[in-house]
């Protein structure tokens, strides 16, 4: 079965640092495209980092550049959300989701298979 677990979600005041972390099974690792979404009640859900392990491509959202790096773990199959000097409107609740011999997207039609959601609360 496929998995995406997503964790590392928490609370922290404005500044501060989380990672975020997409535990991948049941997919092929190396042929993958991962991606980072977030959701505020109400609104869409939007791209915040992408990477694609099949061709290397990333994808960062302006709103995020300079702050969020995303990683890979090829042992563990873990792909990693380092977001850092957070600010109140990266609150949401974050996704990642997965879709084979893609290029990092930022639309999530893009993605077939989607994990459940981590709460990031970033306090003023």
């Known amino acids: 079965d496929v998995q995406l677990q997503a964790f590392g979600g928490g609370l922290v005041h404005t500044g501060g640092s989380l990672r975020l972390s997409c535990v991948v099974s049941g997919l092929t690792f190396d042929a993958i495209a991962i991606g980072w979404f977030r959701q505020v009640p109400g609104k869409e859900r939007e791209a915040v980092s992408c990477l694609s392990i099949y061709d290397g491509s990333t994808y960062f959202a302006d709103t995020v550049k300079g702050r969020f790096t995303i990683s890979r773990d090829d042992d563990r199959n873990i792909v990693h959300l380092q977001m850092r000097n957070l600010k109140p409107g990266d609150t949401a609740v974050y996704f990642c989701?997965?879709?084979?011999?893609?290029?990092?997207?930022?639309?999530?039609?893009?993605?077939?298979?989607w994990g459940q959601g981590t709460e990031v609360t970033v306090s003023s």
């Open positions: 989701a997965a879709t084979y011999w893609n290029s990092a997207s930022r639309a999530t039609s893009g993605y077939d298979y």
